[in-house]
Nanobody, 124 residues
């Protein structure tokens, strides 16, 4: 069993940056992947970024490529999503999730464990 706890959300002006963190309790095996998803009001939850826990391969949604980076600290069982050049369209609740996979899946069903979410609001 893995429990996830996100932090770092908040209110930021357009063009600003935020760094989200996801702390995992329970062992994250090398076969795990950590993903970040977001859900804006009235929209479906969508994949944002993912990272393989062992090698550190990454995957990004086209909408955030070049603006967001993802990293992990295996020793601390913590993942991070660095968000730069934020715009109002990035406003959403952001969730981290963990699943077992040899690739970085973009579908929600591939992730077994989820955090409670953290709100990110970008003002224009």
């Amino acid at each position: 069993q893995v429990q996830l706890d996100e932090s770092g959300g908040g209110l930021v002006q357009a063009g600003g940056s935020l760094r989200l963190s996801c702390s995992a309790s329970g062992r994250l095996f090398s076969s795990y992947v950590m993903g970040w998803f977001r859900q804006a009001p009235g929209k479906e939850r969508e994949f944002v970024a993912g990272i393989s826990w062992s090698v550190g391969w990454t995957e990004f949604a086209d909408s955030v490529k070049g603006r967001f980076t993802i990293s992990r600290d295996s020793a601390k069982n913590t993942g991070h999503l660095q968000m730069n050049s934020l715009n109002p369209e990035d406003t959403a609740v952001y969730y981290c999730a963990v699943g077992r996979s040899i690739v970085i899946p973009t579908g929600q069903s591939d992730y077994a464990f989820w955090g409670q979410g953290t709100q990110v609001t970008v003002s224009s």
